[in-house]
């Protein structure tokens, strides 16, 4: 984490914890964390990046990934993916790894 800003380092390498799993229902990706039985709904791109998570990654791997998948310009991808990965390891469902 960046202690300045309070956003994931660009450098931090992050993965999903085993104790969560996704599922398709109706069209829509379902992550449930099975710690506590709290269930959240992804959007594609909450989903797309969730996918790259089984795995330790870097956060501007995922970055660089995103925007080229999504075409979108990569300073805007950059907030939101820092944010979408902020919440996620806000609510426990990744771990950062130094």
């Given at each position: 984490?960046?202690?300045?800003?309070?956003?994931?380092?660009?450098?931090?390498?992050?993965?999903?914890?085993?104790?969560?799993i996704t599922s398709t229902v109706g069209g829509e990706?379902?992550?449930?964390?099975?710690?506590?039985?709290?269930?959240?709904?992804?959007?594609?791109?909450?989903?797309?990046?969730?996918?790259?998570?089984?795995?330790?990654?870097?956060?501007?791997?995922?970055?660089?990934?995103?925007?080229t998948a999504f075409g979108v310009d990569r300073e805007?991808?950059?907030?939101?993916?820092?944010?979408?990965?902020?919440?996620?390891?806000?609510?426990?469902?990744?771990e950062v790894q130094s």
């Amino acid at each position: 984490m960046d202690d300045a800003t309070g956003g994931l380092d660009g450098d931090a390498t992050v993965v999903a914890i085993a104790e969560a799993i996704t599922s398709t229902v109706g069209g829509e990706t379902v992550l449930l964390n099975l710690d506590d039985g709290t269930y959240y709904g992804l959007n594609d791109v909450g989903a797309h990046l969730w996918d790259h998570l089984d795995e330790p990654t870097t956060v501007t791997t995922l970055e660089r990934e995103t925007a080229t998948a999504f075409g979108v310009d990569r300073e805007t991808c950059r907030a939101d993916v820092q944010a979408f990965l902020t919440e996620l390891h806000d609510r426990g469902l990744i771990e950062v790894q130094s």
